[in-house]
C-alpha cells in the first residue's frame, strides 16, 4: 500500500469512523444531556490543544524555516477560519428567532455549533428545496471548518515522517479520531432532537468526516512542496484548530453546563494527549 492510499485509509478511520461512532453514541443517549457534550467538547478540546501544542507546532519549528514563518502561518489559520465563520454566522444568525441582542456572542447550544437550527428553521417554514440545499451546505461548510484542518494536520505529519507506517502520523491519526467522537455526538443529537430518524442522523454524522480526508491531501501536497509548504501546512491547521479550540468549542462547553468541570475535561485532555504522543 503506497502513502497516498495509506493517508486515504487511516485518515477515513480517523474522520468518518470516529466521527460516526460518537453520532452512534450520540443516537444511543436517552435524551441531550448538556452536562455530558459539555465535557466530552471540553475533553476533545484539551486533546486537540496537546495534539497543536506538543505535535504541531514543534514538527513546523523544527522544519527550520524561521519562527515568524511558523507564526505566520498560524496567525493565517487563526483568521482565515474566522472570516470564514464569520460569514456563514452572518448569512444565518438573523433567520433564528431566539439570537438577539440578549444571545451570547458564541453558540450556547449543539445545533448552533454546526448550524443545524438554520437548517431546521427551512424545514419548520417548509420553504422550497432550493432554500432546503442552500441550508444543508451552510451546515456541512460549519462541519468542514472542524474537519479540513484536521485532516490537513494528518497529511502534513505524513509529509514530514516520509513513511508509510509513520509512528508520529499514527499516533496523531488516533488522537483525532477520539477528538472526533464528541465531535460526531455534537452533530447527531440536535439532528436527532429536531426529529431525524436515528440512522439517517448517524450516516450523515459519519458523512462529515468526509472533509478530513480531503483536507489530509491538501496537507500531504502541501507538506511535499518543501519546508515552506510543510511549514504553511502544519502552521495553517494549527492556527485554525486554535481558534475552533477557543473560539468555539471551549466557549461553548462552558455556556451548556456553567460550572469550572469543563476546565478540569479539557486538562484532563491535554494530559491524555500528552500520555499518547509520548508514552
Given amino acids: 500500500m503506497g502513502i497516498i492510499e495509506t493517508i ?30 459539555s465535557l466530552l467538547l471540553s475533553f476533545a478540546a484539551g486533546v486537540m490543544l496537546s495534539v497543536v501544542c506538543f505535535d504541531l507546532v514543534v514538527e513546523a519549528i523544527e522544519t527550520n524555516t524561521g519562527i515568524y514563518t511558523v507564526i505566520f502561518a498560524i496567525a493565517l489559520g487563526v483568521t482565515a477560519t474566522y ?21 451570547p456572542k458564541t453558540a450556547d447550544d449543539l445545533d448552533e455549533l454546526i448550524h443545524s437550527d438554520h ?16 441550508a444543508g451546505v451552510v451546515m456541512a461548510c460549519a462541519i468542514a471548518l472542524h474537519n479540513v484542518p484536521e485532516g490537513m494536520t494528518i497529511g502534513a505529519s505524513y509529509a514530514a515522517d516520509n513513511t508509510v507506517l509513520g509512528s508520529s502520523s499514527l499516533v496523531l491519526a488516533v488522537l483525532i479520531g477520539l477528538h472526533n467522537i464528541p465531535e460526531g455526538m455534537a452533530v447527531s443529537v440536535p439532528l436527532i432532537s429536531g426529529g431525524m430518524k436515528k440512522h439517517r442522523a448517524v450516516l450523515i454524522t459519519a458523512a462529515t468526516g ?7 491531501l491538501l496537507g500531504f501536497w502541501l507538506g511535499e512542496i518543501g519546508p515552506l509548504g510543510l511549514t504553511l501546512s502544519l502552521g495553517f491547521a494549527s492556527g485554525a484548530m486554535l481558534y475552533v479550540v477557543f473560539g468555539e468549542i471551549l466557549p461553548q462547553s462552558i455556556l451548556m453546563y456553567h460550572s469550572k468541570s469543563p476546565a478540569f475535561s479539557a486538562i484532563i485532555g491535554m494530559l491524555v494527549g500528552l500520555l499518547i504522543i509520548f508514552a
Avoid at 486515504?8 to 457534550?37: D, F, P, W, Y
Avoid at 472570516?83 to 444571545?103: Q, V, W
Avoid at 437548517?119 to 442552500?134: A, G, P, W
Fill in 8 to 37: 486515504l485509509l487511516v485518515t477515513a478511520i480517523a474522520g468518518v469512523v470516529g466521527t460516526g461512532l460518537g453520532g452512534l453514541i450520540g443516537a444511543l443517549l436517552q435524551k441531550e444531556s448538556n452536562r455530558v457534550v
Fill in 83 to 103: 472570516i470564514l465563520n464569520y460569514i456563514i454566522d452572518r448569512k444565518t444568525t438573523p433567520e433564528i428567532a431566539h439570537i438577539d441582542e440578549n444571545h
Fill in 119 to 134: 437548517l431546521e428553521h427551512h424545514v419548520q417554514k417548509k420553504d422550497n428545496k432550493l432554500s432546503l440545499f442552500v
Fill in 210 to 216: 468526509i472533509p478530513t480526508i480531503l483536507g489530509a
